[in-house]
């Protein structure tokens, strides 16, 4: 492990403008462990974008969405001066950009490529402001060592190219340059553009400190570590000092927007520790998530994930017979569908998905329904919310009166615990669930 080597990502509102940027660029000044910056788009672009990908829209409304890509750039470019280097660079991604955006049907390839200029455009303009600080720093194209396989919109990294590529291309800069690059996007083998999903840049930048074998990455995000449960639902909401590494992933898993779900998987195979801290508090502390399991057992956090799919799959084969899950299972496979929750009984499945709004193709497709409803009657039950209670040794005992008491005001429609001793979860429906979070920290976490 390269014992120095810090990897800092800063999220959207982070690099909304300049000085948001300033500021960020302050703590890597401040930092000298910092050498590789992995940077979002800034706040609002990969919305833009995300309209841009879409078809049937009139063509007034795709040059408002470019303008206002546009628009959020020349904003910061009005306080920053652009290198030479940097400007032939910028001034080819915004003209690539006006090119794509001219197309109005876009294969799921192009559809990623679109995505990516949001990181692409950002990642310049930061590394000016970082130049401006007297910072020794270089953009980089993370495309050239994130690599990845070709499923356009949520690509699965290959973890030793991109090591490989990393140790080649990337390692060498480092001790003379603190290099800024791009989260969410990647390569595939054919050098074509490539997304990890939305929200992926947290992702990126655990996958490049796994990589070089940093010793840490910090998360800077607008808020000041990971909390109890969301501040602007709970008013006594409390920040985590500390969590261990399953406790984050089940928090980041259910719905704690501050961390990416996927980025504890290379952090935690590397041993890496992971800081989640506000860039506008740099100095207020944070979340420190770290291999080592606490001891103490209890509920630390609730949270929510809303827009939730109920998928049950019901037929008589499955009845003492063997093979119907595997069936279903492949056939989510090959869609690419991930899977949260899992309840049986003897004839039936229930299983839930994701159904974010602003993915930029649907979880679950119409052809993915149709393979299934061929050996089984297939239901899907809409607006519902992921409620988790994450924690240590979580058990349902019968001298947990409180848990119960609180639990029984609800209607539930899915309960799921067992597999995991770090969360109970259940689905309730969306107008209900944020009274039900508030309800379950007001009485099991708050403080008197």
Same mark, same amino acid.
């Given at each position: 492990?390269?014992?120095?080597?810090v990897?800092?990502?800063?999220?959207?509102?982070?690099?909304?403008?300049f000085?948001?940027?300033?500021?960020?660029?302050?703590?890597?000044?401040?930092?000298?462990?910092?050498?590789?910056?992995?940077?979002?788009?800034?706040?609002?672009?990969?919305?833009h974008?995300?309209n841009?990908?879409q078809?049937?829209?009139?063509?007034?409304d795709r040059?408002q969405?470019v303008?206002?890509?546009i628009?959020i750039?020349?904003?910061i470019?009005a306080?920053?001066?652009?290198?030479?280097?940097?400007?032939?660079g910028?001034?080819q991604?915004?003209n690539?950009f006006?090119?794509?955006?001219?197309?109005?049907?876009?294969s799921?390839?192009?559809?990623?490529?679109?995505?990516s200029?949001?990181?692409?455009?950002?990642?310049?303009?930061?590394?000016?402001?970082?130049?401006?600080l007297g910072?020794?720093?270089e953009?980089f194209?993370?495309r050239?060592?994130?690599?990845t396989?070709?499923s356009?919109?949520k690509?699965?990294?290959?973890?030793?190219?991109?090591?490989?590529?990393?140790?080649e291309?990337?390692?060498p800069?480092?001790?003379e340059?603190?290099?800024?690059?791009?989260?969410?996007i990647?390569?595939?083998s054919?050098?074509?553009?490539?997304?990890?999903?939305?929200?992926?840049?947290d992702?990126?930048a655990?996958?490049l400190?796994?990589a070089i074998?940093?010793?840490?990455?910090?998360?800077?995000?607008?808020?000041?570590?990971?909390?109890?449960?969301?501040?602007?639902?709970?008013a006594?909401?409390?920040?985590i000092?500390r969590?261990?590494f399953?406790e984050a992933?089940?928090?980041?898993t259910f719905?704690?927007?501050?961390?990416?779900?996927?980025?504890?998987?290379?952090?935690?195979?590397?041993?890496?520790s992971?800081?989640?801290?506000?860039?506008?508090?740099?100095?207020?502390?944070?979340?420190?998530?770290?291999k080592?399991?606490?001891?103490?057992?209890g509920?630390?956090? &609730? %949270?929510q994930r809303? !827009?939730?799919? +109920?998928?049950?799959l019901?037929?008589? #084969?499955?009845? *003492?017979?063997?093979?119907f899950?595997?069936?279903?299972f492949?056939?989510?496979?090959?869609?690419?569908?991930?899977?949260?929750?899992?309840?049986?009984?003897?004839?039936?499945?229930?299983?839930?998905?994701?159904?974010?709004?602003?993915?930029?193709?649907?979880?679950?497709?119409?052809?993915?329904?149709?393979e299934?409803?061929?050996?089984?009657? &297939? %239901?899907?039950?809409? !607006?519902?919310? +992921?409620?988790?209670?994450?924690?240590? #040794?979580?058990? *349902?005992?019968?001298d947990d009166?409180?848990?119960m008491?609180?639990?029984?005001?609800?209607?539930?429609r899915?309960?799921?615990?067992?597999?995991?001793?770090?969360?109970l979860?259940?689905?309730?429906?969306q107008?209900?669930?944020d009274?039900?979070?508030?309800a379950?920290?007001?009485?099991?976490?708050e403080?008197?």
């Open positions: 492990m390269n014992s120095n080597i990897v800092a990502k800063f999220g959207g509102t982070s690099v909304a403008d000085d948001a940027m300033l500021r960020c660029a302050q703590i890597i000044h401040d930092d000298n462990n910092v050498r590789v910056v992995a940077v979002s788009a800034s706040a609002g672009v990969t919305n974008l995300v841009l990908t078809a049937g829209h009139s063509e007034s040059q969405w303008d206002a890509v628009a750039q020349d904003n470019l306080k920053l001066s652009l290198d030479a280097d940097l400007a032939q910028f001034e991604t915004l690539e006006k090119q794509l955006a001219a197309m109005h049907a876009l799921k390839q192009q559809c990623d490529e679109m995505l200029f949001g990181e692409r455009l950002s990642s310049f303009l930061f590394t000016q402001v970082l130049r401006q910072v020794k720093a953009r194209d993370v050239k060592v994130l690599k396989n070709s356009f919109g690509a699965v990294p290959d973890i030793l190219a991109t090591r490989e590529a990393a140790t291309l990337l390692l800069i480092l001790e340059h603190v290099v800024v690059t791009q989260g969410f990647g390569s595939d054919f050098g074509q553009t490539t997304t990890l999903g939305r929200g992926g840049s992702y990126s655990a996958l400190a796994e074998s940093a010793v840490s990455v910090h998360i800077w995000t607008d808020v000041v570590g990971i909390f109890s449960t969301d501040p602007r639902l709970c006594k909401a409390t920040p000092a969590l261990s399953d992933a089940e928090m980041a719905g704690a927007k501050v961390l990416h779900p996927a980025t504890i998987l290379p952090a935690s195979r590397a041993g890496i992971v800081f989640v801290g506000s860039s506008r508090e740099p100095h207020a502390g944070g979340t420190w998530i770290e080592e399991k606490r001891n103490e057992p509920i630390r956090a &609730v %949270t809303k !827009n939730q799919l +109920l998928l049950t019901k037929s008589p #084969e499955m009845l *003492l017979a063997s093979g899950l595997a069936r279903v492949g056939i989510l496979s090959s869609y690419n569908i991930s899977v949260d929750l899992v309840t049986t009984s003897e004839i039936s499945v229930a299983l839930t998905l994701d159904n974010a709004p602003n993915a930029s193709r649907p979880e679950l497709e119409q052809a993915c329904l149709d299934l409803s061929q050996f089984c009657h &297939v %239901t899907v039950e809409n !607006n519902l919310t +992921l409620v988790a209670l994450i924690g240590s #040794e979580i058990q *349902l005992r019968h009166s409180n848990l008491r609180v639990l029984s005001d609800f209607n539930i899915l309960i799921c615990h067992g597999a995991s001793k770090h969360n979860c259940f689905l309730v429906e107008n209900q669930s009274s039900v979070v508030q379950i920290h007001e009485h099991l976490l403080v008197a």
